[in-house]
């Protein structure tokens, strides 16, 4: 799985649309292999990006839960404290 795709669901507040059209980007970055398709493939690859994008925000749209929302600055704080430990010099 690619680190750069973040969790998006049940966050308060919620995956703004440049959130889930960045993920996208790197979900069809990663399929397809390009970081930037050539220029013969260039349509075919932004319009992969965003229907994945229109998908997303529909399931995200969708999903329920009984969860609280977690809160992104709390979420981001773990992340920092984790990526500390792990790069930490030894």
């Given at each position: 799985m690619c680190?750069?795709?973040?969790?998006?669901?049940?966050?308060?507040?919620?995956?703004?649309?440049?959130?889930i059209y960045?993920?996208?980007?790197?979900?069809?970055?990663k399929l397809s292999g390009y970081n930037k398709p050539s220029k013969a493939n260039e349509v075919a690859f932004n319009r992969?990006?965003?229907?994945v994008a229109a998908v997303a925000r529909s399931l995200i749209?969708?999903?329920q839960t009984t969860a609280d929302p977690r809160d992104r600055e709390v979420e981001?704080?773990?992340?920092?404290?984790?990526?500390?430990?792990r790069f930490k010099a030894t």
């Amino acid at each position: 799985m690619c680190r750069n795709i973040k969790t998006l669901f049940n966050f308060a507040p919620a995956a703004t649309d440049e959130e889930i059209y960045a993920a996208s980007l790197q979900f069809v970055r990663k399929l397809s292999g390009y970081n930037k398709p050539s220029k013969a493939n260039e349509v075919a690859f932004n319009r992969a990006v965003i229907r994945v994008a229109a998908v997303a925000r529909s399931l995200i749209d969708t999903l329920q839960t009984t969860a609280d929302p977690r809160d992104r600055e709390v979420e981001a704080a773990r992340a920092r404290a984790r990526a500390a430990e792990r790069f930490k010099a030894t």
